[in-house]
C-alpha cells in the first residue's frame, strides 16, 4: 500500500505486507536482517511457508532463492 497525504508530502509512504518486508530483509543478505527474521519466526508472528512462498517471488538467482529457502525451512 502507498500512503500519498498531505502529511507525507513531498514524498510518499510504503506500507509494506509483513512477509514481503522480510522477504526484501532476507534478499539483502545483511546479518542484522537474518536474526530481524529469525526473531520474528521464533515468536510466530510470521510465517515461514507465506515467507518462502515470498522470495519464490523475488528476481533472485536460484542459488540464493534456493538458500534463502533453506534458511527458512530450517525455522520450520
Same mark, same amino acid.
Given at each position: ?12 509512504? !510504503? ?5 514481503? %518486508? ?7 543478505? &545483511? ?5 530481524? #527474521? ?12 507465506? !515467507? ?5 517471488? %523475488? ?7 534456493? &538458500? ?5 525451512? #530450517?525455522?520450520?
Amino acid at each position: 500500500m502507498v500512503l500519498d497525504t498531505p502529511g507525507t508530502s513531498p514524498g510518499r509512504g !510504503l506500507c509494506l505486507e509483513r512477509h514481503d %518486508l522480510v522477504a526484501s530483509k532476507l534478499a539483502a543478505g &545483511r546479518e542484522k536482517d537474518f536474526e530481524f #527474521a529469525g526473531a520474528l519466526l521464533r515468536d510466530r508472528a510470521i510465517d515461514a511457508a507465506t !515467507l518462502q512462498e515470498r522470495v519464490t517471488l %523475488l528476481p533472485l538467482d536460484e542459488t540464493r532463492r534456493a &538458500r534463502l529457502i533453506a534458511w527458512i525451512r #530450517a525455522w520450520s
